[in-house]
């Protein structure tokens, strides 16, 4: 049986219980080796940037380096790869801090089945977690998410037109894409999709949309290209056309109760239509 995966992310300034909970929820995975980064805007207080460095280590975690300045949308990528040499050999498990993965079947399963079958990625699909009202609430370990967030939807895909898919687990030789979203040369099984639990809808990422969309457009932040601000974009205006909830009764958007312990029901075959079908949106699309 081959080791388990290193676990490679880079943390921003999330909240601290969020991120021991995280934390618990891979190793409850069978995560052994968490391979952690730290970046931290200027914006963000030094208290806030303690409280998190000191939730790692108390969760038995040593972050391996922490860095200052703007967010530019190649900096997640640089600092990840260099995390990813960092760990070395075997298997990578890529998530970001507000990501929950849910595999159909035990870790070292998925990784077996993918070394038996030469395949060098495990692939998997946005899930986004939301209040039950819509509401764009805090969150705290007196609760668990699931009961916070009790609705999965497809808010990325069909209302930000964002690329929904995701390499949850990538060979160490294999280069994958910025935003971890693809990994150029390899084709997931998409038969056999993750759910990533998305818990991105908190209180909070309203400023944080608004903050990267003047910094990207005012050049303060560097971007690749205009898809995260049209994306934003979006978001705040169904916020501001369903006076600041997400509509959740949008049967676009397939919002239904899910759960952190089950995968959803059919999310082989839902999962499966939709990564083969998704494509970028054209130019009258994103405007």
Not at 55 to 80: D, F, K, L
Not at 218 to 238: K, P
Request: proline share 7%; charged share 20%; aromatic share 6%.
């Amino acid at each position: 049986m081959s080791p388990s995966p290193a676990l490679i992310a880079v943390i921003g300034p999330v909240e601290p219980d969020l991120l021991t909970s995280w934390i618990a929820h891979y190793r409850q995975l069978g995560i052994e080796r968490f391979q952690l980064g730290f970046h931290f805007p200027d914006h963000v207080p030094t208290a806030r940037r303690h409280e998190l460095q000191a939730a790692v280590r108390e969760a038995g975690v040593i972050p391996q380096g922490t860095s200052h300045g703007p967010w530019h949308e190649h900096t997640n990528t640089q600092i990840r790869d260099t995390l990813r040499r960092q760990a070395g050999p075997g298997w990578h498990l890529l998530a970001d801090a507000d990501e929950f993965h849910q595999y159909p079947a035990p870790l070292s399963e998925i990784t077996a089945r993918a070394d038996q079958r030469g395949n060098s990625v495990v692939g998997g699909l946005l899930l986004d977690r939301v209040a039950a009202d819509g509401r764009l609430i805090d969150w705290t370990a007196t609760g668990s998410l699931d009961v916070a967030y009790p609705l999965g939807g497809h808010l990325s895909h069909r209302l930000l037109h964002a690329d929904p898919r995701k390499i949850v687990l990538a060979r160490h030789d294999v280069r994958v894409a910025s935003g971890n979203h693809r990994a150029p040369g390899h084709r997931p099984d998409s038969g056999h999709l993750a759910a990533v639990h998305h818990f991105k809808w908190r209180t909070g990422v309203v400023e944080d949309l608004r903050r990267r969309v003047h910094h990207f457009r005012s050049g303060l932040w560097q971007e690749q290209s205009t898809a995260v601000r049209e994306e934003a974009d979006r978001f705040l205006t169904h916020l501001t056309r369903y006076h600041g909830v997400i509509n959740v009764a949008d049967p676009h958007l397939t919002f239904r109760r899910v759960t952190l312990e089950h995968l959803p029901v059919h999310w082989l075959t839902e999962a499966h239509a939709i990564h083969a079908a998704w494509k970028p949106p054209t130019p009258a699309a994103r405007g």
